[in-house]
């Protein structure tokens, strides 16, 4: 395991990265502000979990694996670059009007609440595991932080990994909950979800631009 000041310090680390701009945190900002804090929560936990895969793939050695196969890159960006184009037609033909905002999980009951929940986290680990510029990020970051003389590299990415998760549900989720506050507020005007919906609908394909011209 890495010693108690190495985790402090990648914790660190992993808080800035968390709070610099990235299509991950701007995807949970949008996707907050247009469905509530509740739904903001289920894509930050998605997300959490893409990192999971990521952080499995590093300490398995497949990710070195994937960084060398362009194909694989290409394929893996283009799907993510397809589902962000398909969530930004959604935005696009989302209706406006009172009682026209998406529900949360949280304002449905039974098995409704749980399918809109489970659907939110499904977008948050589509989201982060079609991106492999981040599997290809920890596959240069986190070994950094590993030492061979305290044991297994393995072991030590993967807590790595979980520390990283951590930080970024800390942050993400502070996100998630003044965004899905603020676009409370603006889902009581129609006007103000017409430009909601299209500025989610251009965040989305800017960023489905971005991942798609993405190089190794």
């Known amino acids: 395991m890495p010693s108690l000041q190495t985790l402090l310090a990648f914790f660190g680390v992993a808080v800035l990265l968390a709070l610099s701009p990235g299509p991950d945190n701007v995807f949970v900002l949008v996707q907050s502000a247009q469905r509530g804090?509740?739904?903001?929560?289920?894509?930050?936990l998605g997300l959490c979990l893409g990192l999971v895969g990521h952080t499995a793939a590093v300490a398995l050695g497949l990710a070195a694996v994937f960084a060398a196969s362009s194909t694989a890159f290409t394929v893996l960006k283009l799907c993510g670059a397809a589902y962000l184009a398909w969530l930004a037609w959604g935005a696009l033909r989302a209706p406006v009007g009172p009682g026209s905002a998406p529900p949360a999980p949280?304002?449905?009951?039974?098995?409704?609440?749980?399918?809109?929940?489970?659907?939110?986290?499904?977008?948050?680990?589509?989201?982060?595991?079609?991106?492999?510029?981040?599997?290809?990020?920890?596959?240069?970051?986190?070994?950094q932080f590993a030492d061979p003389a305290r044991g297994p590299l393995a072991q030590q990415i993967l807590a790595l990994g979980l520390?990283?998760?951590?930080?970024?549900?800390?942050?993400?989720?502070?996100?998630?909950?003044?965004?899905?506050?603020?676009?409370?507020?603006?889902?009581?005007?129609?006007?103000?979800?017409?430009?909601?919906?299209?500025?989610?609908?251009?965040?989305?394909?800017?960023?489905?631009?971005?991942?798609?011209?993405?190089?190794?």
Do not use: D, E
Not at 37 to 44: E, I, K, L, Q, T
Not at 173 to 198: D, E, H, M, T
């Open 37 to 44: 804090w509740r739904a903001g929560m289920c894509v930050v």
């Open 106 to 143: 949280g304002q449905q009951a039974g098995p409704r609440r749980a399918a809109a929940g489970l659907r939110m986290v499904g977008r948050g680990v589509v989201m982060n595991l079609t991106n492999p510029k981040v599997l290809i990020f920890f596959l240069a970051f986190l070994p």
């Open 163 to 216: 520390v990283f998760m951590l930080a970024t549900f800390l942050v993400f989720g502070a996100i998630a909950c003044f965004s899905g506050a603020f676009g409370a507020l603006l889902q009581r005007s129609a006007r103000a979800q017409r430009v909601l919906n299209r500025t989610a609908a251009v965040v989305f394909i800017g960023l489905a631009v971005r991942l798609a011209l993405a190089q190794r």
